[in-house]
């Protein structure tokens, strides 16, 4: 389509000007004539930009696209210089169009005062078939080579939620996601109502690649509140890095070699970029595709452990020239056995992690011609010996026995600060040390998770005695009105209260400081009812499915104070945000299975009154999904379980997943595959306490479950259908964040709450903060899934394809190695003990054959009985004299150290 171009009325240098073509209606504005609206022809109604937020930020010090920032220095200079085209903004100077041509060009030397001697700076604008196409040139204007040692394009799109009601940030707002893959890589900007259109920004030229991303510092203040709760703040896609990498960014390993380009005296170097419009979020690879680069699309990920074989199938008309890897030996890379049957554009490699390997590693692929793309891996412990060694840091390391404590915090699991390799038992967020909220009740979550789904005798010990001790009638109250009720903070500051306390010298004039009324005193939040419930939880199904491992309670006991904590929470009318989704809630949805499978059911009918009353209030609403912030990744997992397993509101169910498709990218990049948004809580739980990008804070595996558990329904619904583009989107987010779950936990056990993503940290928090979460959400959604794929043939998402051919055989490598998913069979099988060997499916009769064995690692409790439930359309169990029980089957392995159990077509 041809483009059209027009100057305001105002016929000076520097008016607004319009710009269409085929895919977008763009606007620049007055004087800087910087992206200030960007509307996709396939709805105009939408903008990408903040045009609306523009006037409140066109001052100095806001950035724009279109905006560029330089470091540079002429070469016998030591120091660099900087400069920035946003800092003190003067109109840039309109260009004659270089010819006939539709291109808009700018010279920008008016606004860059510090390069302006050395360099000069064009901007231009153009239509790529119906794209735009955006493209800087650098002409070194001096007699001397010149060193650009940063330089970097900011990229503005409507991410800003301050300014609107939650239904106006879902359909205002878009996130923006990099890919920092060299030559490969993009940033996508997807709509938070997780349908389209979608906006895709790729390299164009060979010049261009995608080294860094860098966080933008803007003026502090101003009614939008840049960087904080409701504007998470802007970054840039930095070309090269090298004089961040050496200055501000010393010693940080960053994620690609910071380098620098050395321009000679009267030449110059250009650097484009395209935009082009995804139609819907699972086109964003086919888009970059489109865009002539190519993409890599891992399996199962690239969080990987171990002992998992993973893949990664590259898409590319270039053909693969060589493969490094950095470190050295961190992973194999090689062209895949089965790479014989995938067709041209594909190939197909095994990625094997080296044997000691551990943390980031990275593999760069060459291409003909000279480009070059980073995947960014992190490797595990194998999954089990993950868990143990989280285990057994969490009760001993962070376990917590002084018993003159006057806050009566012990025995517990308390928070830690690994830099200083102690507890933390003062901090003015009083939760943190108070055994409270997330960031502090996290580490008990995380060790009553442990136990619930890989018991250890000592382990399961140390949790008992909490709960006897110290949850159940300090944290909880045992008596009276308030029995069941969950206390806000045991730690608090009081002077009056606890006069005697040596309370440390810190700040303890904040609103997060709270005394011993509005801390232990008040019972009004519903996230904590869910920690609390979620422990007395672990140890009933600890007694249900290890009854020796119990010594002080039994599990009814632990059954009745579990449901009524929920009871509490929900019924009491004492609780606020208890009408909102809370994070790990799917423990209250194991709760009533438990209830209504153990026969209590006028517990149960009373419970799920309770959450019939909160779903229905949802199915009214818009965006049912908030929080106590204004947007928010944390509500999904509730509002989605409810809706679909309970009360059957498809509705509500649909529009909660599409929302997690809008802040859950899929990248060929560790940190930001399955990592669900999520940029307030290092302020809330961690050390390093900043508004900054997490990556792997708990929204990756809380938001997994719906993805994965919707994957699951619509799949299985016809276990014949191929495998859709969407399902499959869905199924690699899914297993990104589960995976992602556990690369928090470093090489002695201990688990950091997110990794900071900024350029000057790059490191894992150091306190446990609110990890608990993610941990919960990670054991409750791991599992091995197969699958047939109609391009890649048999796929395993979390296990090793051992033989391809009838039957196919898994060895599931997830860490708990008790749930299995066999796509063609719509069958998910979930053990409550024991552990899956592998299994096997075979195609032309669909029949599934389990192998269970008595533990998952030397230190889980040890079985004579494998307890097994299953669920599927298409396939039902052959019992072979086993009896249902508690809605599943109790598999005696007589002594044997393995049992085949097998499932047929139904
Ligand atoms: C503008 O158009 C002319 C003519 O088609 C072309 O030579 C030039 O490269 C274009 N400039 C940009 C920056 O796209
Ligand atoms: C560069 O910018 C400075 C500051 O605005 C100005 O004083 C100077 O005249 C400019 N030099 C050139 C060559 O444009
Ligand atoms: C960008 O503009 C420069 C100067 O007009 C031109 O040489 C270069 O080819 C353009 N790059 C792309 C990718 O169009
Ligand atoms: C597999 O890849 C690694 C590097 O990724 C290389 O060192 C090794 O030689 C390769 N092995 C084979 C059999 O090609
Ligand atoms: C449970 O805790 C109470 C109160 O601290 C204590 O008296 C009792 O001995 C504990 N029970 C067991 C079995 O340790
Ligand atoms: C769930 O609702 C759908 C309509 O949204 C209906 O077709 C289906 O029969 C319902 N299922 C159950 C179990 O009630």
Redesign the pocket.
């Known amino acids: 389509m041809a483009a059209v171009f027009l100057l305001g009325l105002v016929t000076a240098a520097n008016a607004q000007t319009s710009f269409s073509v085929g895919n977008f209606n763009a606007l620049f504005a007055q004087d800087s004539a910087v992206l200030q609206s960007l509307k996709p022809v396939a709805d105009s109604s939408f903008d990408f930009s903040p045009s609306d937020l523009f006037p409140k930020r066109n001052g100095d010090g806001n950035y724009h696209t279109g905006d560029i920032t330089l470091r540079f220095r002429v070469e016998g200079e030591a120091d660099w210089v900087d400069d920035d085209s946003a800092a003190k903004r003067q109109p840039v100077a309109a260009l004659p169009p270089e010819s006939d041509s539709h291109n808009l060009s700018w010279d920008l030397t008016p606004t860059l005062p510090n390069s302006n001697s050395s360099l000069r700076v064009t901007r231009s604008w153009s239509d790529l078939d119906g794209d735009l196409a955006l493209n800087f040139t650098i002409a070194n204007i001096d007699n001397h080579a010149i060193e650009i040692g940063s330089l970097g394009f900011p990229i503005e799109f409507n991410n800003i939620f301050q300014a609107y009601t939650a239904e106006e940030v879902t359909q205002k707002c878009s996130l923006i996601d990099p890919y920092i893959g060299l030559g490969a890589g993009y940033v996508q900007v997807t709509r938070l109502t997780g349908i389209g259109p979608n906006l895709v920004i790729t390299p164009l030229g060979d010049s261009n690649k995608f080294e860094a991303w860098r966080n933008l510092i803007e003026p502090s203040g101003g009614s939008l509140g840049y960087m904080s709760n409701p504007f998470e703040g802007f970054f840039e896609w930095q070309v090269y890095s090298k004089a961040y990498a050496e200055k501000e960014w010393n010693g940080i390993q960053q994620w690609n070699p910071a380098t620098s380009l050395t321009i000679p005296a009267g030449e110059s170097s250009s650097f484009a970029f395209r935009l082009s419009v995804s139609p819907t979020i699972h086109d964003v690879e086919s888009t970059v595709a489109k865009a002539g680069l190519p993409y890599a699309l891992g399996v199962p990920g690239y969080v990987i452990p171990r002992d998992l074989d993973a893949r990664i199938f590259v898409n590319s008309e270039k053909r693969v020239k060589s493969i490094d890897v950095s470190p050295a030996g961190a992973i194999s890379v090689n062209l895949s056995d089965t790479n014989s049957g995938i067709q041209s554009p594909w190939s197909a490699y095994s990625v094997k992690p080296g044997s000691s390997a551990f943390g980031r590693a990275t593999v760069i692929i060459n291409y003909d011609g000279g480009l070059q793309q980073s995947v960014h891996y992190y490797i595990t412990a194998p999954g089990p010996d993950t868990l143990a060694a989280f285990g057994e840091f969490l009760t001993t390391k962070q376990h917590y026995t002084d018993a003159s404590d006057p806050f009566k915090r012990a025995p517990s699991v308390i928070s830690y600060d690994n830099e200083a390799q102690d507890f933390v038992l003062q901090e003015r967020r009083v939760w943190i040390a108070g055994l409270s909220d997330d960031g502090g009740a996290s580490s008990f979550l995380a060790a009553s998770m442990k136990q619930a789904y890989f018991p250890s005798e000592k382990e399961v010990q140390v949790m008992e005695s909490f709960v006897n001790e110290t949850l159940w009638s300090d944290l909880q109250i045992p008596t009276g009105d308030n029995t069941y009720a969950v206390r806000k903070s045991l730690f608090y500051h009081d002077v009056n209260a606890m006069p005697n306390y040596p309370y440390e010298n810190i700040d303890w004039s904040g609103w997060e400081s709270w005394n011993k009324e509005t801390g232990y005193d008040a019972i009004d939040r519903a996230y904590n009812y869910v920690h609390a419930s979620a422990a007395h939880w672990a140890l009933y199904r600890v007694g249900r499915n290890h009854p020796e491992l119990l010594t002080m309670n039994n599990w009814q006991w632990y059954l009745d104070h579990a449901w009524n904590t929920v009871k509490f929470c929900l019924g009491s009318g004492k609780v606020q945000y208890s009408d909102l989704g809370l994070m790990v809630e799917t423990v209250w949805g194991l709760i009533l299975d438990d209830l209504i499978r153990e026969g209590w059911t006028s517990q149960a009918s009373e419970l799920e009154d309770l959450l019939r009353k909160r779903q229905s209030t949802w199915s009214t609403r818009p965006n049912p999904f908030g929080s106590e912030q204004p947007w928010d990744s944390t509500g999904q997992e509730g509002v989605y379980y409810w809706s679909r397993r309970h009360f059957?509101?498809?509705?509500t169910a649909d529009k909660t997943v599409a929302s997690i498709r809008g802040f859950d990218p899929t990248v060929a990049h560790w940190a930001y595959n399955g990592n669900a948004r999520r940029y307030w809580d290092f302020e809330t739980a961690g050390k390093q306490s900043r508004i900054e990008r997490q990556v792997h804070h708990y929204g990756s595996p809380l938001n997994a479950l719906p993805l994965l558990e919707n994957f699951r329904n619509i799949y299985s619904s016809d276990p014949q259908a191929q495998l859709d583009s969407q399902n499959f989107h869905d199924l690699r987010i899914g297993i990104g964040g589960i995976m992602a779950g556990i690369s928090n936990i470093d090489e002695q056990g201990f688990g950091s709450m997110a990794f900071h993503s900024w350029p000057d940290a790059l490191k894992w928090d150091a306190y446990s903060g609110d990890y608990g979460l993610a941990f919960a959400g990670h054991t409750m959604g791991t599992a091995t899934y197969l699958i047939q794929h109609p391009t890649f043939g048999w796929l395993s998402f979390g296990g090793n394809v051992v033989k391809s051919d009838e039957p196919v055989v898994i060895e599931p490598k997830d860490s708990l190695r008790q749930r299995i998913y066999v796509g063609s069979a719509g069958l998910y099988v979930e053990l409550e003990s024991g552990a899956i060997k592998d299994f096997s499916f075979y195609p032309s009769s669909g029949k599934t054959e389990v192998k269970v064995v008595p533990q998952v690692h030397q230190t889980a409790a040890n079985t004579d009985s494998v307890f097994l439930t299953y669920t599927s359309s298409a396939s039902r169990i052959l019992t072979n004299g086993l009896a249902l029980e508690r809605g599943g089957y109790n598999v005696p392995l007589d002594g044997a150290g393995e049992k085949v159990v097998t499932f047929e077509k139904a």
């Not at 059957?648 to 509705?651: F, I, P």
């Open positions: 059957n509101d498809t509705v």
